[in-house]
């Protein structure tokens, strides 16, 4: 299929359903934006491959970079290269200096780029200015009638920050190798510059160690990276422009290490895994043993992951790991340690000095703000935005995640509208949570009070995308990052004023389908899913998941219900429709969009949104066809006959009958809205039973739409 109808068509599919579309872009899909952008003069027809003119800095790193240009120009124009014919694009690449600080918190990333009639010309600070200019350059390409085109532009941009990250945890599930090398590729395609792997927790350990092998031969359950594939994956990382940053919890979280090495424990840690145990185990912090074990395993990991900094975790230690052992007990009495929070201060402290000794910069997350820690530790915030301003107040350097989980599965606009430098950017109502009396959401309460001076912005390095893996397996890794990291990626790059949510939800259908071109796998492993479910024919369950959500803030998790073990605990199978479905719905948006302009005058929508309607309402008797076969998919039985209930509805906002069944009507919006109520925060999870097989319907707010404007 030519380029123009193939790029169109996949990325456009995600945005229509029926005979309308939404219109086309003013301008390319960028994400992130850039500081500055001006179009300029016509767009230039590309074909053939690439020719590079250097000036200034010319190195390995940017040859390799270049290659990699080139490969996805090809990919995204499906016109490769011919030997012999002449370059489809003359690139002029003038990289100003070699920069001593390429990897670091200090490299240089600023670049300005021109494209026209002559081809573009790229002019960096630094060989990383290079390769954020290339990423942009590459979204500049778009489809054109005869083929694909290059649009005309001028950018100068920065970064806003210089720490833009994203954590993947490989403890809880396993991820391969390539696996993480694709994530690479999708965080250079969008400007992210950090990547944090949280390398060891209750569940496993997961890099060879050659000074305590049972790391590997006991903890990771066979399941680990060898020494060599980590130099190999920093190398990697490093041609992108992009640093890995390792974390090995500690004192808690830290049942993997302690049940290859009982000895360090607090309390007695058993084979085979415990549930109750996993997420419990902590070291014993008066132990000396401890703290050479610690300062031989770092000693060995730092040798593997050069970066500056080290993340040592520290977070939801039990006091009760230490309290309950009369020999910790006995020994925070007698050397003064009023709590298990003053013992944890002293274990940090002494932690510390181990990483100093190794070079680096310790990491460790907000609970270490709970008792005085020296300031040179960077906090990460995670239980929200308040812990940004409390760290920063202490004089400490601060990479913010707090609003920024990708695991409670909230759609891509909400954790868009969250800044990093907003002390109440993020957290739970604080009335709220005082009248649930659930002590252990306390911390997540927002401080009102909470502010920020100007010498405390100064202090936020950055902030990162997380994506937690109690429920996430590496089929699922691509869909549960993307393309809602891409949306970040902006808030962490782009200037603070670049906040409008529906360009946002207009760009990101575009954004993941040039991704999914150069490699992301989002679409085609959510295919594989529903094709084992649905073996027979996965039509109808693709209608029911473009326009379904899973249910939000760990209510998929389970964790918080009554009777139900946390997902942290025994690793489930994830093998239900709501483990294929995402946090984004661009069929609903765009539906929604539509029905805005609908009832705003644009009366030549009712032909695409009545198809779309009438859809959704007929899908319900194809899907209970195939469960007819297959008992496995009953549980989104209420949801797809939810989905046929809410079309309905919309048909009959359409037809003008919203009167005659009024009530049909209001049970059928208040039953979808209640839903997403059910888990709208942590608190609400708390307490609320979720929909049947945890799916919420996102046409609601469309269909609502539709039937306040018919009123």
């Avoid at 169109?8 to 029926?18: N, Q």
């Avoid at 058993?270 to 109750?276: I, Y």
């Avoid at 900094?309 to 790991?321: A, K």
């Avoid at 984004?584 to 805005?596: E, K, L, P």
């Amino acid at each position: 299929m030519p380029f123009a109808r193939r790029f169109r068509s996949f990325a456009m599919a995600m945005l229509c359903v029926g005979t309308a579309c939404t219109p086309a872009l003013a301008a390319p899909a960028l994400m992130p934006q850039p500081v500055q952008y001006q179009p300029k003069g016509s767009a230039l027809p590309l074909a053939g491959g690439v020719q590079v003119q250097w000036q200034g800095v010319r190195s390995p790193l940017l040859e390799r970079a270049v290659a990699r240009f080139g490969q996805r120009l090809a990919a995204l124009s499906a016109r490769p290269a011919v030997a012999g014919a002449p370059a489809g694009l003359v690139l002029r690449i003038n990289c100003q200096h070699a920069d001593p600080d390429m990897l670091s918190v200090h490299m240089r990333e600023h670049y300005q780029l021109r494209t026209g009639a002559d081809g573009a010309t790229l002019v960096a600070d630094g060989p990383a200015g290079v390769l954020r200019g290339l990423a942009t350059l590459l979204q500049l390409i778009e489809p054109g009638e005869a083929g694909p085109v290059l649009d005309g532009a001028e950018i100068d941009d920065s970064p806003r920050f210089a720490w833009r990250g994203m954590l993947v945890d490989v403890s809880r599930h396993f991820m391969s190798v390539a696996a993480l090398e694709r994530q690479l590729d999708m965080m250079e395609l969008t400007k992210l510059n950090v990547l944090h792997l949280h390398l060891s927790d209750g569940q496993g350990f997961r890099v060879e160690s050659r000074v305590y092998p049972r790391l590997q031969q006991v903890a990771s359950h066979g399941e680990y990276y060898t020494q060599q594939q980590v130099r190999d994956l920093v190398a990697l990382a490093a041609d992108r422009g992009i640093r890995i940053v390792p974390e090995f919890d500690a004192p808690g979280h830290s049942y993997a290490m302690l049940l290859a090495y009982p000895q360090y424990a607090a309390q007695p840690v058993t084979a085979p895994l415990d549930p109750k145990r996993v997420v419990r185990a902590a070291f014993d912090p008066t132990n000396p043993d401890t703290y050479v074990f610690l300062a031989r395993l770092y000693h060995e990991m730092a040798g593997l992951f050069p970066d500056a900094y080290f993340h040592v975790g520290g977070d939801e230690v039990r006091p009760d790991e230490w309290t309950a052992n009369p020999r910790i007990s006995a020994y925070m009495q007698q050397h003064g340690y009023a709590s298990a929070t003053a013992l944890q201060a002293a274990f940090t402290r002494r932690v510390q000095g181990i990483v100093a000794h190794e070079g680096r910069t310790m990491m460790g997350w907000d609970e270490l703000l709970d008792a005085p820690v020296p300031p040179g530790i960077v906090i990460e915030p995670w239980r929200g935005s308040r812990y940004t301003a409390q760290a920063t107040a202490a004089g400490h350097p601060v990479v913010v995640s707090a609003g920024y989980y990708l695991d409670l599965l909230l759609p891509a606009a909400d954790h868009y509208r969250v800044d990093p430098l907003d002390p109440v950017g993020n957290g739970l109502p604080p009335d709220q949570v005082a009248a649930a009396h659930a002590p252990a959401l306390v911390p997540f309460a927002l401080d009102p009070a909470a502010s920020m001076t100007t010498a405390q912005d100064g202090l936020v390095l950055g902030a990162e995308v997380a994506l937690w893996t109690e429920i996430v397996s590496e089929e699922m890794l691509d869909a549960r990052l993307w393309p809602r990291a891409a949306a970040l990626a902006e808030r962490f790059w782009s200037p603070a004023a670049v906040r409008d949510e529906a360009a946002l939800a207009r760009r990101l259908p575009v954004v993941q389908a040039e991704l999914e071109v150069l490699g992301n796998r989002a679409s085609a492993d959510r295919h594989r899913m529903m094709a084992r479910l649905a073996p027979d024919g996965i039509a109808p369950l693709a209608t029911l998941l473009a326009v379904t959500t899973p249910v939000r803030n760990y209510a998929l998790n389970h964790v918080f219900g009554p009777g139900h073990v946390a997902a942290s605990s025994i690793p489930p199978a994830l093998d239900r429709v709501a483990d294929i479905a995402t946090p984004d719905s661009f069929q609903a948006a765009a539906f929604t969009r539509d029905v805005a302009a609908y009832v705003g005058g644009q009366r030549d929508l009712a032909a695409s949104l009545r198809a779309r309607l009438e859809t959704w309402r007929d899908n319900d008797m194809r899907l209970r066809q195939i469960v007819a076969t297959r008992p496995t998919l009953r549980e989104v039985l209420p949801a797809s006959g939810q989905l046929a209930e809410l079309a309905t509805v919309g048909l009959y906002a359409l037809d003008g009958t919203l009167a005659v069944h009024q009530a049909q009507v209001d049970a059928v919006l208040q039953t979808a809205q209640a839903q997403f109520a059910a888990s709208a925060s942590m608190l609400a999870v708390r307490t609320s039973p979720q929909p049947a097989g945890d799916l919420l319907q996102a046409i609601t707010p469309g269909i609502a739409g539709l039937v306040q404007g018919h009123m």
